[in-house]
């Protein structure tokens, strides 16, 4: 398998970047921070993306480095004798599959509006209009079932090229694409007549909104939305550890991909909010507002048709890029489980993959009956519940816990391998902070999504 192989640092940064930006950046970011309260919300979450992100990514980091392995056997190579820490491949291994399982279908949203608005079919319609094309797609399985496939097959292709040929080429390509779309997106959107009211409510804090919307809702808001938009907890990330060399620090690199995580989502606030204000349409429109919003929002533009087109492709982009870094980690798992070659892994892990994808597409159609958290809620609720409010979480206390316990792993040898090499050193007077305060705030987020789920209704 190969191994120490990303061509630069660069590669190593953009696919880990890639990794972390996702769904999260781009649809859910803008959708949370307009409804609750813009700029305000967006300064709470920045401080927890420090606080909160940082200190668990570079563990998986330094996890992945120092074993040379994915998560399926990392913890076999560190942890003591006679110690069970290795039982999480199995939770690590299931968040991947269960990620890959809702992302591949969103993912195939993405690519059939790029279809939509390159041929116009958003042209002409009102916001009801715009909506009833959404709820088409929805009750549609055939269509949503084809750009699933054909978003799997995309991803498990370029995984099938190689780690350097492929998931490091295309998804330098990819992100450095996406970057650019989305400065000319950005400028294209803060130069509309009427922005300057988005700009204000995005970029100027008004902290009378934290309690018009209640200070414990938004803090929990911000502390999900940091904790969850980088997939920790599950090995995305370690396994990209695993491919680099000891010439960097691993707080350094953690930071950069940090940065153009941050850096995607603030821009894509600066798409949608600027537009939004611009031609009159609510920032707190919810789920809704990339798929029914936004395109209402290009048909009122000049050149609406070209600027919807960009965005979509933008989006694709991003979900991609994640996807195409899950599909690695797992095609790694699998290799150091079944040592079968990783193109036989692929040829297989395509059609599996579109099968337990199948699921997420019939619930909104054929399943729909099926709500399991009341109505409005099908399977995908059920896939992110899995994800989002236990295997994240739950791996990310096992990193933490692996790395500052002496049963685990141990404080000395995980600061020893974050900090070989040149660059920012890990900062040892934050100890207590990791081993004991941080742990307890994921377990209060855990709890704490719970309790929203099941008792705050």
């Avoid at 409804?35 to 570079?58: K, N």
């Avoid at 599996?352 to 109505?375: A, D, E, Q, Y």
């Avoid at 090499?421 to 100890?431: D, K, L, N, S, Y």
Wanted: proline fraction near 4%; aromatic fraction near 16%; include cysteine.
């Amino acid at each position: 398998m190969e191994r120490g192989n990303f061509s630069t640092r660069l590669g190593f940064i953009l696919v880990s970047a890639g990794c972390a930006i996702g769904l999260g950046n781009v649809w859910r970011f803008p959708y949370i921070t307009g409804m609750y309260g813009g700029a305000s919300f967006v300064l709470i979450y920045l401080v927890f993306l420090a606080i909160l992100g940082l200190p668990i990514m570079v563990a998986e980091f330094a996890v992945g480095r120092a074993s040379v392995r994915s998560a399926a056997m990392s913890f076999d190579v560190l942890e003591p004798a006679g110690t069970k820490w290795h039982l999480y491949k199995y939770g690590a291994i299931a968040g991947n599959l269960l990620l890959m399982m809702f992302y591949t279908t969103i993912s195939g949203w993405m690519l059939y509006y790029i279809y939509l608005m390159v041929s116009g079919k958003f042209e002409g319609l009102g916001a009801a209009g715009v909506g009833q094309v959404f709820g088409a797609l929805l009750a549609d399985p055939l269509t949503m079932a084809g750009y699933m496939a054909l978003t799997v097959a995309l991803c498990g292709g370029v995984c099938y090229l190689g780690v350097q040929a492929g998931v490091e080429r295309i998804t330098k390509l990819m992100m450095t694409c996406l970057l650019a779309l989305m400065v000319v997106l950005a400028v294209n959107s803060v130069l509309l007549p009427g922005s300057e009211a988005g700009l204000s409510y995005y970029l100027m804090p008004d902290f009378g909104k934290i309690e018009e919307y209640g200070l414990r809702e938004v803090i929990f808001a911000a502390m999900g939305q940091a904790f969850f938009t980088l997939s920790l907890g599950i090995g995305a990330l370690a396994v990209f550890g695993s491919y680099i060399g000891k010439a960097k620090r691993l707080t350094g690199e953690a930071i950069w991909v940090i940065v153009l995580d941050t850096f995607v989502a603030i821009m894509a606030g600066l798409i949608i909010f600027p537009a939004c204000f611009a031609y009159g349409v609510s920032p707190s429109s919810g789920p809704n507002l990339l798929f029914v919003t936004l395109p209402n929002v290009f048909n009122h533009m000049a050149f609406g048709r070209l600027w919807g087109t960009l965005f979509f492709l933008f989006m694709a982009f991003a979900s991609m890029s994640t996807i195409i870094a899950v599909f690695e980690n797992l095609i790694v798992c699998f290799f150091e489980l079944l040592h079968v070659d990783r193109r036989k892994i692929i040829r297989a892990g395509i059609p599996v993959m579109i099968l337990l994808s199948l699921p997420c597409v019939l619930g909104f159609n054929v399943w729909s009956g099926f709500t399991p958290f009341g109505p409005g809620t099908g399977v995908l609720d059920l896939e992110d519940f899995f994800v989002s409010y236990n295997l994240l979480p739950l791996g990310s206390l096992v990193y933490l816990a692996f790395c500052t316990s002496r049963y685990g792993w141990g404080w000395k040898n995980f600061l020893r391998e974050a900090d070989t090499g040149r660059g920012v050193a890990f900062p040892q007077w934050i100890r207590c902070y990791v081993t004991y305060i941080l742990p307890l705030i994921v377990l209060v987020i855990f709890l704490n999504g719970y309790y929203a789920l099941f008792f705050s209704k």
